[in-house]
């Protein structure tokens, strides 16, 4: 199926947003507090205050004031896409109806119902809605920590680490080599590390043709690895090298003082790291004391806690099923809770529960792949209903139409996002 900007519009379930004053509610309004302005949490705040019509008041609690899409941020590292081009305000949330405040949620107290900020407020809910995006696994690869990461940039959350990553690939001396740690599974973005290497090794191509990448993955095998191997024969012979577990890529660690990657003991020195550590969910899940090991389980019907009934889960954060973790499940995911809100605080109909899911990579110019699938929602999980992925061999101008239909996506998601 083709996707583009309307079609991504037409087929969305439901939507809404006010920036620094809060809005004048009834007594008695129903509150919705939503933590994490991304894909899953600005497409709830958005859905719920649009479809409620007034009758839920909705916040939306976000630090950041301009929002950098971590999708399609390697598009940016390739040269496809500047970085203005990834950022998006919060006006039209607040136009809409969202009351935006820019601030850190550091405690929630589940029983009082009432989430803290780091500026002193204390804000009221009857439901919350939590989707803070990843965290980091302390010392999932030994030597690297947050304090190291301008040395060897994670680049896993969009802004200002993405720029960083693209300046120092473009520093790179002639023939220099640059390396990536790639995380275990689960993470962001299945495909991601590997679009990512094709994008660095586009630049390279173009600006520094004899330098080298190397690919240190403890996975044995990874999303859409026939497409990627295939693109990187064709485009970039010779550039890249991948070392999998096999080789010791499972016994890996750094020092970003030297430039220096350990596999298996053997030191490698490069000149740029992307270290990709193992990921959690955002801290703020753990604070609510809703998360089993790394991430908070949830009901795939309403993507509600398993913990905590108040409470709705989304995204990269979740323990649901199947699903990837990627900016479109999170967003689809986000209409499923906004539904299954409304219901909860006004009484209106809600439907059961579908999700869907594309991933887009790009391989080189016009060399597009995708992968995706369909959800329901079982006791047990969120399930796999079925799927498609681009094949080996495709001709040019298939590959061509699916890089474009991802930027219809793009325009599609951050407007169903933001409005």
């Known amino acids: ?118 500026g002193g407020g204390v804000l009221p809910y009857d439901r919350l809605i939590l989707s803070p995006g990843i965290d980091f696994v302390d010392e999932s690869v030994p030597g690297w920590d947050l304090s190291a990461q301008n040395a060897m940039p994670h680049a896993y959350k969009g802004g200002s680490q993405t720029e960083l990553l693209k300046a120092q690939i473009l520093a790179m001396p002639e023939g220099g080599r640059f390396a990536m740690v790639a995380p275990p599974n689960p993470y962001r973005c299945p495909p991601g590390p590997y679009e990512r290497i094709s994008m660095v090794a586009h630049l390279l191509k173009a600006n520094n043709p004899t330098a080298k990448i190397l690919l240190v993955d403890p996975k044995e095998k990874y999303s859409k690895q026939a497409l990627f191997e295939e693109g990187w024969q064709k485009h970039y012979g010779g550039m890249i090298e991948r070392i999998g577990p096999d080789f010791g890529a499972s016994n890996v660690q750094v020092n970003p003082a030297e430039m220096i990657v350990s596999i298996d003991g053997v030191d490698e020195k490069v000149d740029v790291c992307n270290v990709i550590p193992a990921q959690k969910a955002g801290v703020i899940c753990e604070r609510a004391g809703i998360t089993e090991g ?42 499923v809770a906004a539904m299954a809100v409304r219901g909860a605080l006004t009484g209106s109909k809600v439907f059961p529960a579908k999700f869907s899911n594309t991933c887009w990579s790009l391989i080189d110019a016009d060399d597009g792949v995708k992968v995706g699938a369909t959800y329901e929602a079982t006791d047990e999980k969120i399930a796999k209903v079925d799927g498609f992925i681009s094949q080996t061999g495709e001709d040019a101008d298939l590959r061509r139409i699916t890089y474009e239909e991802s930027l ?11 409005g």
Request: aromatic share 8%.
């Open 294 to 335: 790394n991430w908070a389980p949830v009901s795939g019907h309403t993507m509600q806690s398993r913990v905590d009934e108040n409470i709705h889960v989304l995204g990269d954060a979740t323990d649901q099923g199947d699903m990837p973790k990627s900016g479109f499940s999170a967003n689809s995911q986000a209409k």
């Open 1 to 118: 199926m083709t996707l583009n900007r309307r079609h991504f519009l037409g087929t969305a379930v439901g939507t809404a947003a006010a920036l620094s004053a809060p809005m004048v509610m009834a007594a008695g309004t129903p509150r919705v507090v939503v933590i994490g302005g991304g894909a899953g949490g600005a497409t709830a705040a958005r859905y719920i205050a649009k479809d409620s019509k007034g009758e839920i008041e909705v916040t939306l609690v976000e630090p950041t004031r301009s929002y950098y899409t971590c999708f399609f941020s390697n598009l940016y590292i390739g040269g496809f896409q500047e970085i203005g081009d990834l950022a998006h305000s919060y006006g039209g949330l607040a136009a809409s109806g969202v009351n935006v405040v820019h601030d850190w949620a550091t405690g929630i107290d589940r029983d009082a119902k009432t989430v803290t900020l780091a």
């Open 408 to 418: 219809g996506w793009y325009a599609g998601i951050t407007a169903d996002m933001f």
